[in-house]
């Protein structure tokens, strides 16, 4: 029963990890309750999918209510220290100067990661998908590897063609 769910989130991941975000968050959610509830309790595997179902829901639930609002402080606290950490390579350690460049940077930080955060889930959700599929169908080894890697190149092509059509009707 776990594979066939495996199998389904991970076909999800790879054909619409992007724009389901939720789904996204909800299924590492999900692996990760399941895999605390069967090392944990070792209880039966309903106990494990149930306790995934719980822990999908509540990441799920946080991802479609603060996705703006994290995006935003990753961008800006990343933005802002790679800019602060590069200016004191070329010698701009200024005391009062470092809160402006911290801010220049934060701001310009929040403008890139919420255009690469798209690309960034992509990625990661079809990596998230290819691994699920290919546990689900048990591959091992070398052939699961090949598999995961080819499963990856087609997630992250589908989502990119969906999203550059997203963009063409916008």
Do not use: C, Y
């Not at 992007?18 to 509830?37: E, P, S």
């Not at 829901?57 to 933005?79: M, N, P, Y």
């Amino acid at each position: 029963m776990l594979a066939l769910v495996s199998l389904i989130l991970g076909v999800g991941l790879l054909t619409a990890g992007r724009r389901l975000f939720w789904l996204f968050i909800a299924t590492a959610g999900f692996m990760a309750g399941a895999q605390l509830a069967f090392r944990v309790w070792g209880g039966s595997e309903m106990n494990s999918i149930m306790t995934g179902i719980l822990l999908g829901l509540v990441f799920a639930t946080l991802a479609l209510f603060f996705k703006s609002l994290a995006v935003g402080i990753a961008g800006f606290l990343g933005g802002g220290s790679i800019l602060l950490s590069l200016a004191g390579l070329v010698g701009l350690d200024a005391g009062v100067m470092d809160w402006v460049i911290f801010f220049i940077g934060g701001l310009a930080g929040v403008a890139l990661f919420s255009q690469l955060f798209d690309w960034a889930v992509i990625l990661l959700s079809a990596i998230g998908g290819g691994s699920l599929v290919v546990q689900a169908i048990g591959l091992p080894g070398s052939n699961g590897s090949a598999a995961m890697v080819v499963l990856t190149f087609v997630g992250v092509a589908i989502q990119a063609r969906v999203m550059s059509e997203e963009k063409k009707h916008d």
